[in-house]
Nanobody, 119 residues
């Protein structure tokens, strides 16, 4: 399974970005999906997660500003980020708990997309 993240870039504080993560390969099904981020010198942290049925949870720092969603038919995950702050600057990674056609299940990670928010 390959996860291809896109949509990162440079934006001013208060601006918006939309990240996408497309999963491809010998996928049987994808259960939970999520976005994580890692800022320089910090540990990777969960930003938002979504179940296959659409149940979401968010880090307190992004509640009310970020919205996670997914298109199960397209095996694609999204993160709409509004009211961005400089502290949101990080590499954003997508994650998927996927089962492949051989019925093996494991966590997969995308390559990361850089989000830079200028003040």
């Amino acid at each position: 399974v390959q996860l291809q993240a896109s949509g990162g870039g440079l934006v001013q504080a208060g601006g918006s970005l939309r990240l996408s993560c497309a999963a491809s390969g010998s996928i049987f099904s994808i259960r939970g999906m999520g976005w994580y981020r890692q800022a320089p010198g910090k540990q990777r942290e969960l930003v938002a997660a979504i179940s296959r049925g659409g149940i979401t949870n968010y880090a307190d720092s992004v509640k009310g500003r970020f919205t996670i969603s997914r298109d199960n038919a397209k095996n694609t995950l999204y993160l709409q980020m509004n009211s961005l702050k400089p502290e949101d600057t990080a590499v954003y990674y997508c994650n998927a708990d996927a089962t492949i056609v051989t019925m093996q299940t494991k966590d997969y990670w995308g390559q990361g997309t850089l989000v830079t928010v200028s003040s």
